[in-house]
Nanobody, 123 residues
Framework: QVQMVESGGGLVQAGGSLRLSCAAS???????MAWFRQAPVKEREFVAV????????SYADSVKGRFAISRDYAKNARNLQMNNLEPEDTAVYYC?????????????????WGQGTQVTVSS
């Protein structure tokens, strides 16, 4: 069983930045890892994914150019750098790991999930 722990959420003003981190309890270098988010009364939505190779990435249109996903090999973690945050980015952010060798974009393609970290952006 893989356990995921997110950190780095908080309250920030619009235009500010936050860096989320997701650490796994076991080595996950061969897995794709993604960030999803869920705002109140909305469905969980895809934000960004980094493929097992640590190079190939994909982003939701709403965050392209503002968010960047990366790997931290030393800490067995993946990070999400969020810049120029907007109130619409307010949500609980979840990291997830998928055993697929491809580039999974759908939530049901992910096998393990963290508990989530709250990100609140004030206007």
């Amino acid at each position: 069983q893989v356990q995921m722990v997110e950190s780095g959420g908080g309250l920030v003003q619009a235009g500010g930045s936050l860096r989320l981190s997701c650490a796994a309890s076991v080595h996950t270098s061969r897995y794709a890892m993604a960030w999803f988010r869920q705002a109140p009364v909305k469905e969980r939505e895809f934000v960004a994914v980094i493929m097992w190779n640590g190079v190939t990435t994909s982003y939701a249109d709403s965050v392209k150019g503002r968010f960047a996903i990366s790997r931290d090999y030393a800490k067995n973690a993946r990070n999400l750098q969020m810049n120029n945050l907007e109130p619409e980015d307010t949500a609980v952010y979840y990291c997830a790991v998928s055993k697929t060798r491809g580039l999974p974009l759908a939530a049901d393609e992910y096998d393990y999930w963290g508990q989530g970290t709250q990100v609140t952006v004030s206007s």
